[in-house]
């Protein structure tokens, strides 16, 4: 066996060892999962899970109150009678998630170039007189000729809808009154369950007499919306291949 078949084995062994040590603990779970239902994760609290990070933002300067003798007014308030919309760490709040994204582009360019080069000798240092010139030195010693072009179009035409609506739970308080919130919701319809991610910060301002907002008045909103079960598993390439994919240079 030549040295570089056998490189070629060895890699290719060690990469499928990676790819399987990288998958060993998600292959069991699934192996044990077979013939269940996906189970839902528990319901946990997002300030303590592993890289959880309270939010921080630019603050204006922090006002302070005053009381006004006989007045029911205390300056700095943001409203005269109290609501029942979220407004402290614990409350709930409904987000109403509506996203309708839409784009056409198409882009065309053509290049195109020709080239060509001629270089010889004529008479060198008395050439023509010696017999037969032309199989000694060749009129002509060097001729080029290069054409080249490309011709490239590309289009994108996406189109994409989602309108749904999550409870969300504040977890924090800004300074300047600002909501932190956060909410996940999970959806199983036989052997597949639907997850639907939202976080972001709101003002109480823009939440709604019936305690809801919308999801384009969140600032930095992360929205995700995606699965995971039997159909999800089917769709993925095996991990054999993303491996390959992503160390493949060709």
């Known amino acids: 066996m030549s040295v570089p078949r056998l490189n070629r084995i060895i890699f290719t062994g060690a990469m499928l060892s990676l790819a399987a040590a990288a998958s060993g603990c998600s292959s069991i779970d699934r192996l044990s999962q077979i013939g269940e239902k996906?189970?839902?994760?528990?319901?946990?609290?997002?300030?303590?899970?592993?890289?959880?990070?309270?939010?921080?933002?630019?603050m204006p300067k922090p006002e302070q109150a005053s009381y006004n003798a006989n007045s029911l007014w205390r300056n700095g308030s943001r409203a005269f009678f109290k609501d029942q919309r979220a407004a402290r760490i614990g409350d709930l709040l409904t987000v109403t998630v509506n996203i309708t994204d839409k784009a056409n582009l198409s882009n065309e360019t053509q290049r195109s170039r020709t080239a060509k080069e001629d270089s010889g000798i004529s008479d060198f240092i008395g050439s023509q007189t010696i017999t037969?010139?032309?199989?000694?030195?060749?009129?002509?010693?060097?001729?080029?000729?290069?054409?080249?072009s490309s011709d490239g179009k590309?289009?994108?035409?996406r189109q994409e809808s989602l309108t749904t609506n999550v409870a969300a739970v504040v977890t924090q308080v800004l300074p300047n009154g600002n909501l932190?919130?956060?909410g996940k919701q999970e959806i199983r319809v036989n052997f597949e369950i639907r997850e639907l991610i939202v976080a972001g910060i709101?003002?109480?301002?823009?939440?709604?007499?019936?305690?809801?907002?919308?999801?384009?008045?969140?600032?930095?909103?992360?929205?995700?919306?995606?699965g995971r079960g039997q159909i999800t598993d089917v769709q993925q390439p095996r991990y054999g291949q993303q491996v390959m994919d992503v160390l493949l240079p060709f």
């Open 38 to 58: 996906p189970r839902l994760t528990e319901i946990e609290n997002p300030t303590t899970q592993p890289g959880y990070k309270p939010v921080q933002m630019p």
């Open 132 to 148: 037969q010139p032309l199989k000694v030195l060749p009129g002509k010693i060097l001729t080029t000729d290069s054409t080249s």
């Open 154 to 157: 590309g289009s994108v035409n």
């Open 180 to 182: 932190v919130v956060e």
């Open 202 to 226: 709101v003002r109480p301002e823009d939440i709604q007499s019936d305690n809801t907002i919308d999801s384009t008045k969140i600032a930095q909103a992360r929205i995700a919306y995606g």
